[in-house]
């Protein structure tokens, strides 16, 4: 009987370890494909410089910068992060001192929100490419500044 139990214990520690995947550049709570930057499942990156990332889920990311292209499946949460290419999310957005070029929601058939805090700037444009333009916003407050135009959307100044 105390085999079985250091077998199942010891199943279950492995399948455990192999959920939540760290690589040098981030962590998943999925699977992260091998020499890449796709992530597969809700993804934690901070304080990491990386050339792009694709994640199917959603990404918090800390006093980070990302130079080329970010694609998201979900929600966007950064915080002290620089996203110098164009940002691709299927969902809301909360910045708080975030950098970003241009930013472009893509059509998941809900109302989505972007949110703009503690000095967060948006060089760009913002586009939202879904839904009914009054359901979509973006919220501007704590300094933050959008150089660009909204399409699709109302700017909201707090």
Known sequence: MKMRALILNSVFLLSAMSATLVNADCSVIGFHQPDSFIYNGPTTCDIVNLPEIIVHGTLFISSSTIS???IIRGLLNATGATLSGNTEVSGSIV?????????NITDNHSPDT?????????????????????????????????????????????
């Open 68 to 70: 080329g292209n970010t």
């Open 95 to 103: 910045s708080s001192g975030s950098v970003f070029s241009n930013i």
């Open 114 to 158: 972007i949110t703009l805090s503690n000095n967060s700037i948006v060089s760009g444009d913002i586009t939202f490419e879904g839904g009914i333009p009054g359901n979509n916003k973006v919220i501007i407050e704590s300094n933050s500044k959008l150089h660009g135009k909204v399409n699709n959307g109302i700017i909201i100044n707090r």
